[in-house]
């Protein structure tokens, strides 16, 4: 019994420590924002935020800016001027956030640059859930899309390569080319590629689905998983940076 004892008290360690290197290996990457368990996670929370505000605020779509200009253009023909004020107002408050997301890439030197990037999106969430559906819509969704934006840029590269984790159509577009390449050329080098951008897809529709199965039981309060989610991945990200900053001073993050 005791050398039973101690060999699983050893395996523990030995796992334990196992764990340590692993995540050790992790934070010395260069470009930390880049790790693959981050992009899946954001586009996770892109197709729930997205799912919520169709499915919660009016059809409209906080990230999808394409799917809001056919939107803009069927409200015109039937005459829907409060659908196609917050179509409009959504469209602006998208552009406003690009621009002050990468205004920020371009002006803020700390490395925690993109923890600020997110809290946007992360506090807009948690208040959308205390706002009644009788509310316009055109002062909700435009200021979701305002942070969705900032998330968009903020977090735009999966291990190298560049991706949206609010919208999926780029991300199918580029997994069905990668796997194309991979099987018509036999060329192994776009299996990582192919991969990435194939969970992206995934991640992204299971976001939607999350959150259209939780609107059937938290309604307009649906969006208080994503905040959640959204403060869970901000702190994790924001604890890598600062084991990094503090273990591994000169890293690229």
Sequence with gaps: MASFLYYNEKYRFLERKSNLRAYREKIKRPHLYQLRELALAFTFCGGFIDAYTFTERGGT???GQTGNIIF??????????PGLTTKIATFLAYILGLIVVTTIALKVKSKYKRIFCILPIMFISLVVGF??????????VPFLAFGIAMQTIAF???????YRNTVSTGNLQKAVIAWTKYFVNHDSSQTRAASNYLLLVISFICGAIVSALLDNYCGIHTIWIAASLLVIINFCYGLMVYHRDNFYPGEKL
């Design 72 to 81: 803009f253009g069927t409200d015109i023909a039937k005459h829907n001027l």
């Design 156 to 162: 735009n590269k999966i291990e190298g390569l560049g």
């Design 61 to 63: 779509l906080a990230a």
């Design 131 to 140: 706002v009644p559906t009788s509310v316009p819509n055109v002062f909700v």
